[in-house]
């Protein structure tokens, strides 16, 4: 029987591993990110438009024509703030409309397949609980960024007489400051 000497041992397990290890890349064989621009394809989003905007919305009863005069509530070039980002590989824009200035009131949400909302828009004498959006855009895709939207909402109307389920009709003119 032969025994191996310990010098033997270790230059075969160094040779082993210079062997496994010399010739490998340190880096994987393919790109992790692709080498094209990638705001072409929306990643990462480009960043929010910003600035003011005004309002315009006409809040009404979506039950019966009697509550015509109790629920209800409109409102004229209402000054906001906006933020707007449109990411275009799928036509996906988030409008943020703030009434008061210190945040976020309401938020429009708009891809190819859908338009949804949610907040609340908030005047003196009224309080309109957005349940969601039904109709209407927020998306100029030739010009990537709107300067008048429409979209009409459900939701519910707090006013001085009561509480009523109700639509609305809101038109905002955005102007950006960036």
Known sequence: ???TS???LVTVVAAVMV????DRAPTPMSPLVSSTAS??????????VAGNAFMDFDIFSSEDASEAGTCGA????????????FNKPENNAVLHLGLDGKGTDATVHQTDKKLD???????????FKIKDAVAGSIIDAETRFPFIVTFNLTGTLTNEFGTCNANAVVTVQLQSID
């Open 39 to 48: 705001l072409d394809r929306g990643n990462p989003p480009p960043p929010p």
């Open 1 to 3: 029987m032969r025994r």
């Open 74 to 85: 409109e409102g004229n070039n209402v000054s906001v703030k906006f933020s707007y980002v």
């Open 117 to 127: 909302a949610h907040g609340t828009l908030t005047g003196t004498d009224f309080s």
């Open 19 to 22: 062997a496994a290890c010399g």
């Open 6 to 8: 310990l010098a033997s």
